[in-house]
């Protein structure tokens, strides 16, 4: 079920009920929610096409080499054939040589044995010139065979230098990750014993924060830690203005219910909270606010599927997610 789908029946229950919160708001809520859902999509589709053009690179590299092998050894082969040929060539030369002189000797001897050496003679000679014929279609299959092999190497150090040059861009950016994730966890040491674990995986750092570091239960209020905490990491992402921030709500899936009829499900709560943490994040930081993406994803992204408090207790959590700028990588690959 898409986020629109699921908001249709929602608002058709919000005008049933004439609750205060108006459907320009919801109608609004909506269409953020589809944009950066897209956009988050693009970011995974994004580092997965990297991923894959990277491997496919090195499968390229790899049969540009074993291409060059196979032209080598057909080189080697020919110039086994040329050297033979060459050898034969000498041969004959020395028996055409011997045989002119018998014939110079035996010109004045019978008839017959005069005609049997000249047809030995021809013989010779059409075998000689049948001989060079091989010798130059090797040399110039040798040629050939060369200029392939030429051509070869060039392509396979012209892909092995752009595959190094990535490597050397893919090596850099994790290391800035791993930078990124170190400075993070300086600047929020003392509260990961208090619900806050700090990761990176699918190149990206992820600051997870347990609801009870942030909420009150089915409240998007934060309290006086989480605030110091957000402020905190709002300081540190203002100057690393090249990282685009994703907060993501996450809920458990025991349903809401609120008497006030502000928020009417966890889809509410969940996206309530995440744009609350956008506001606490940009108060007194001058962080641009095109960087940052509030997203709500209910209870239907959950750590833990089990049934039980403690798994339910995992899943309310946000997830603040920094994406690093990948342009340069993206030149890169648009070069090959």
């Not at 110039?140 to 392509?155: C, F, G, M, Q, V």
């Not at 203002?238 to 709500?249: L, V």
């Not at 966890?266 to 997203?295: G, Y």
Request: net charge neutral; aromatic share 4%.
């Amino acid at each position: 079920m898409t986020l629109r789908q699921s908001f249709i029946p929602l608002m058709l229950t919000i005008f049933m009920m004439a609750s205060c919160v108006t459907g320009k708001k919801y109608n609004t809520l909506d269409t953020k929610s589809q944009l950066l859902l897209a956009e988050r999509d693009s970011l995974k589709a994004e580092n997965l096409w990297l991923t894959m053009s990277n491997r496919e690179l090195e499968a390229k590299s790899k049969k540009l080499a074993e291409d060059a092998k196979e032209v080598n050894s057909k080189i080697e082969k020919l110039n086994a054939e040329l050297a033979e040929s060459k050898d034969e060539v000498s041969r004959l030369t020395t028996k055409y040589n011997d045989l002119q002189r018998a014939q110079a000797e035996l010109i004045k001897g019978n008839a017959r044995e005069s005609e049997r050496l000249l047809a030995e003679l021809r013989a010779a000679q059409a075998d000689l010139q049948k001989k060079e014929s091989i010798m130059t279609e090797l040399e110039a299959n040798l040629d050939a065979k060369k200029a392939s092999l030429d051509e070869l190497t060039y392509e396979l150090e012209r892909r092995n230098a752009r595959l190094n040059e990535l490597e050397r861009m893919l090596d850099a950016q994790q290391k800035a990750l791993k930078d990124l994730k170190d400075k993070v966890s300086e600047a929020l040491y003392g509260f990961e014993d208090k619900g806050l674990t700090v990761s990176m995986k699918n190149g990206q750092v992820y600051v997870s924060l347990d609801e009870k570091l942030l909420f009150k239960s089915g409240s998007y209020e934060i309290d006086a830690n989480g605030r110091t905490a957000l402020k905190k990491l709002g300081k540190l992402l203002e100057k690393n203005p090249d990282i685009t921030i994703t907060i993501e709500g996450h809920t458990d899936n025991v349903p809401y219910h609120s008497s006030s009829g502000l928020l009417v499900d966890n889809w509410d709560l969940s996206v309530k909270r995440a744009t609350t943490i956008v506001r606490a994040l940009t108060e007194d930081t001058n962080i641009n606010p095109k960087r940052l993406i509030a997203s709500g994803r209910s209870e239907y992204l959950p750590v833990d599927s089990k049934n039980t408090p403690e798994a339910r207790q995992k899943n309310r959590r946000t997830e603040i997610i920094l994406t690093p700028d990948l342009s340069a990588l993206y030149k890169i690959l648009e070069s090959y």
